[in-house]
């Protein structure tokens, strides 16, 4: 009997990698549901790799101190972060991702939000942005882990589902332009209403919520 562990599939990997050819080529992808095909979800992966928007730079006008982007991508975050001069770092599972935020100048490193990231309960804002709510399939874990990973009063910033009503968790795929798939993986949608709920069981309070170019956040404090 082999002891040899395999690493739990995450957003986008195993099968042929569609989640690595996108961030190549600034392709689409289509976030599915076996059980659901009504579901389907398009990811603009471009939009991942272009130059924040201003939307995106809005979230780091109350910034105090350094920020950490859980699940980082290609960095975009990261780059307007340096350019105001605020201190970041990205965390991702893609090899993939982090490399081209470095080389975009941000400071990334490969990993799971679930590990020990550096400089853990110093952070002043945890950024889950683009859906990243979902990693893990458990939103109330990725909340604790964010309480843990921010100072005390530090500021958790989720983008929520457009839907404000939406929760739920599935085994999710994700299949590119081409028809490349990845194995199925654990996902989650949240929207506002499920996400106060799932705060508060991580020891999270919501101080405000908003919505600004058809996209929708919450700010939660430790």
Not at 36 to 59: I, K, N, Q
Not at 82 to 88: K, N, V
Not at 106 to 124: K, N, T
Not at 166 to 192: K, N, Q
Request: glycine fraction near 12%.
């Amino acid at each position: 009997m082999s002891d040899i562990t395999q690493a739990p599939v995450t957003f986008g990997t195993g099968g042929d990698e569609p989640y690595a050819r996108a961030l190549r080529s600034d392709g689409r992808l289509r976030l599915t549901d076996p059980d659901r095909p009504d579901a389907e979800v398009t990811l603009d992966v471009g939009r991942w790799s272009a130059a924040a928007d201003r939307v995106d730079r809005s979230l780091l006008d109350d910034v105090d101190g350094p920020v950490i982007d859980i699940g980082c991508g290609p960095g975009r975050m990261l780059v307007a972060a340096r350019t105001l001069g605020i201190p970041a770092l990205g965390v991702d599972v893609s090899a993939d991702a982090v490399a081209i935020a470095r080389r975009a100048g941000g400071r990334a490193v490969q990993g799971s939000v679930f590990d020990a990231v550096p400089e853990e309960g110093r952070w002043d804002t945890a950024l889950v942005l683009d859906g990243n709510i979902g990693i893990g399939g458990d939103p109330t874990a990725l909340l604790e882990r964010c309480r843990d990973i921010v100072r005390v009063g530090g500021r958790v910033v989720v983008e929520t589902h457009v839907d404000r009503t939406a929760d739920r968790t599935y085994r999710a795929r994700v299949i590119d332009t081409d028809g490349h798939e990845s194995a199925e993986f654990p996902w989650a949608e949240v929207g506002l209403d499920a996400l106060h709920g799932h705060a508060a069981r991580a020891g999270l309070v919501a101080r405000s919520s908003w919505t600004v170019a058809g996209r929708s956040f919450c700010e939660l404090i430790a």
